[in-house]
């Protein structure tokens, strides 16, 4: 099964990889920056603004290939 994960992240394509997914990376090039100033704003903790995020990044990609199975993905640091 080929999987299209929406992230420029090279730990996660070697994540798969080492895994034995068979997948393609597909940018989302979303303003990651924008979307989370503008849920931090709104009272969103981490946990939301990094769902938030893979969910934008997946659907805007998934729109591309709707044919495929398309994973979004990101992580924030909370300190």
């Given at each position: 099964?080929?999987?299209?994960?929406?992230?420029?992240?090279?730990v996660?394509?070697?994540?798969?990889?080492?895994n034995?997914?068979?997948?393609?990376?597909?940018?989302?090039?979303?303003?990651?920056d924008?979307?989370?100033?503008?849920?931090l704003?709104?009272?969103?903790?981490?946990?939301?603004?990094?769902?938030?995020?893979?969910?934008?990044?997946?659907i805007?990609v998934?729109?591309?290939y709707?044919?495929?199975?398309?994973?979004?993905?990101?992580s924030?640091?909370?300190?």
């Amino acid at each position: 099964m080929k999987i299209i994960l929406a992230s420029k992240s090279e730990v996660r394509k070697k994540i798969l990889d080492k895994n034995n997914f068979d997948c393609t990376v597909v940018p989302s090039y979303i303003d990651e920056d924008q979307v989370k100033d503008s849920l931090l704003s709104a009272g969103a903790n981490p946990m939301l603004v990094s769902k938030n995020l893979a969910e934008l990044k997946s659907i805007k990609v998934s729109n591309k290939y709707q044919d495929q199975i398309v994973l979004g993905a990101d992580s924030v640091i909370s300190l």
